[in-house]
């Protein structure tokens, strides 16, 4: 069982940053690869980054590659999404997730456990 609570939501301007984090519980964090998706208001949730297991394979969506970075420590149980050069199409409730695989997906139905989320509005 492994409990998320996604962190660092906000608002903020076009351009400008934020650095949300996601808090895991348990002790078999590093066995899971994590995602970060996100659903804006009348949209499916969609995919944005993942990593594996042990941080070195990541994959980013094309609508934010160059710009967001997803990153984690398995010390600290933690997964994190770094945004950058935010747009007002980046606002949406952003959620970590995590897959019980050594590689994350882009499916939303691979995901064993899901975070409740946390608001991101970029403001134009």
């Known amino acids: 069982q492994v409990q998320l609570v996604e962190s660092g939501g906000g608002l903020v301007q076009a351009g400008g940053s934020l650095r949300l984090s996601c808090a895991a519980s348990?002790?078999?964090?590093?066995?899971?690869?994590m995602g970060w998706f996100r659903q804006a208001p009348g949209k499916e949730r969609e995919f944005v980054a993942r990593?594996?297991?042990?941080?070195?394979?990541?994959y980013y969506a094309d609508s934010v590659k160059g710009r967001f970075t997803i990153s984690r420590d398995n010390v600290m149980n933690m997964a994190y999404l770094q945004m950058n050069s935010l747009k007002p199409e980046d606002t949406a409730v952003y959620y970590c997730?995590?897959?019980?695989?050594?590689?994350?997906?882009?499916?939303?139905?691979?995901?064993?456990?899901w975070g409740q989320g946390t608001q991101v509005t970029v403001s134009s």
């Open positions: 990593i594996s297991t042990g941080g070195r394979s990541t």
């Open positions: 348990g002790r078999t964090f590093s066995t899971y690869a």
């Open positions: 997730a995590a897959r019980s695989s050594s590689y994350g997906s882009r499916s939303t139905y691979e995901y064993d456990y």
